[in-house]
Each structure stands twice: as structure tokens, then as C-alpha cells.
């Protein structure tokens, strides 16, 4: 069966900032993002998924990085084979 990889510690990593002040400047709950990052989540909602690529941007614009975050920098589809 085919999975959803969730690659949000990558887009951390990109921007350098910690899994816990992603969660402050999100509002989401540090517990949601460590699942998110450790894949222990097997849904993420679109509400969640779209605040996570505005504070990605955001931060990213702060720290003057030209690159704009989508949702294929947070998800990848693995095909089992």
C-alpha cells in the first residue's frame, strides 16, 4: 500500500528554526508538530496543513530566504512497488 511521507522536519531544517518556536509561531500544539515530524500522524487536516505553509513563509520572508513553501515540500507520496 502506497504512503504519505510528511517531510515538515526538512522545511524546518531549510529555514533553521526549532520544531518549538515553528509551534509557537504556528499556534499549533508542539505535540501536533512532532508527530507531524517524527510521522506519527496518519491525517493532517487543510486547516493544519495551510497554517503550516503560511508561517513557513512567513518565517522564511523574515529571514530574507526566496523560497516559497507548497504543500509538496511537506508531503511526498510513496509508491509502494
Do not use: G, W
Not at 509557537?24 to 495551510?50: A, C
Not at 507548497?70 to 512497488?81: A, F, M, S, V
Amino acid at each position: 500500500m502506497a504512503t504519505i511521507k510528511i517531510k515538515l522536519n526538512e522545511a524546518l531544517e531549510r529555514i533553521q528554526i526549532t520544531p518549538n518556536r515553528f509551534s509557537v509561531e504556528s499556534r499549533i500544539r508542539s505535540n501536533t508538530i512532532y508527530d507531524l515530524i517524527n510521522n506519527k500522524n496518519d491525517r493532517i487536516t487543510f486547516n493544519t496543513l495551510v497554517s503550516i505553509l503560511e508561517t513557513l513563509n512567513k518565517i522564511a520572508k523574515e529571514k530574507d530566504i526566496q523560497y516559497n513553501f507548497t504543500p509538496n515540500d511537506i508531503l511526498e507520496y510513496i509508491e509502494e512497488i
